[in-house]
């Protein structure tokens, strides 16, 4: 069974950091790219960060400049250093990681930042 674990989360103050790290049991030769989303209560799904296996990036308007996506080159992990968060950052943040065939989900960390 196919698992995508997420980790890292917690509760940080306006201004602070965290890094979430992301794993998964997808070969590391099947996986094209990772992705971090965020969905907060009543609000829709929203990508924050991605990375192609080949090392291309993207990342949502809202973060640009404070959170940066890696990868462990070798192994199937990345990981997201979010900084200068602020409150509206609080959300559950999902990891993914894609293949030719599917996109598997893991089942998210919670990020909460105090103001």
């Known amino acids: 069974q196919v698992q995508v674990v997420e980790s890292g989360g917690g509760l940080v103050q306006s201004g602070g950091s965290l890094r979430l790290s992301c794993a998964t049991s997808?070969?590391?030769?099947?996986?094209?790219?990772m992705s971090w989303y965020r969905q907060a209560p009543g609000k829709q799904r929203e990508l924050v960060a991605r990375i192609t296996f080949s090392g291309n990036t993207d990342y949502g308007d809202s973060v640009k400049g404070r959170f940066t996506i890696s990868r462990d080159s070798a192994k199937s992990t990345v990981f997201l250093q979010m900084s200068n968060l602020k409150p509206e950052d609080t959300a559950m943040y999902y990891c993914n990681a894609e293949t030719s065939s599917r996109i598997a989900w893991g089942q998210g960390t919670q990020v909460t930042v105090s103001s």
């Open positions: 997808i070969s590391i030769n099947s996986i094209y790219a």
